[in-house]
């Protein structure tokens, strides 16, 4: 099993660190095999009520997520302060975002603005659905400025 090396963040007595041009920090994860059969990440997927694969690659600015729908599932509404690009692998459905209903099928991509309430729902009844979203919660955790808040369905 590969150990992350974790860095001390840059402080006000680095600044001399930052360099006229970057420099490559090369880690020695750069491939995750067989995303989705590392299994589910439990937490989150409990907490979205649908299953989440976290693509496991050393990312400080931007996080990936395969994402699964079961027929017919419809998630929990959540906000988080990261924005959120989707591409839709397989299977159709919609994604309320605050007031608005987006219908997607496969080959769709569609954007969540930051902390605007949003849910998932898979249209069909036979067929599952799965997507690719890419975020930039990375980078504001790394901020420490990264919030996340769920709703189940008693709340709305």
């Known amino acids: 099993m590969e150990t992350a090396v974790k860095e001390k963040p840059f402080q ?3 600044f001399h660190r930052t360099y006229a041009r970057p420099e490559v ?18 937490q989150f997927s409990t907490e979205r009520k649908h299953p989440v694969f976290f693509v496991d690659l050393p990312t400080v600015a931007l996080s990936m997520t395969i994402g699964g729908l079961l027929p017919g599932q419809v998630t929990n509404q959540h906000r988080h302060t990261y ?25 769709d991509a ?8 949003h849910n998932h729902g898979n249209r069909s009844d036979s067929a599952s659905a799965r ?8 980078l504001l955790q790394n901020l420490g400025v990264a919030l996340r808040e769920e709703r189940g369905r008693d709340d709305i």
């Open 83 to 107: 924005e959120t690009v989707i591409y839709v692998i397989e299977g159709e459905g919609y994604t309320q975002i605050e007031d608005r209903i987006v219908e997607w099928k496969a080959g």
């Open 110 to 117: 569609l954007y969540i603005p930051i902390w605007a309430w």
């Open 12 to 14: 006000s007595s680095d």
């Open 131 to 138: 997507y690719v979203a890419c975020e930039n919660a990375p």
């Open 25 to 42: 920090r090369m880690p020695d994860k750069l491939h995750h095999p067989n995303v989705e059969q590392a299994g589910a990440h439990d």
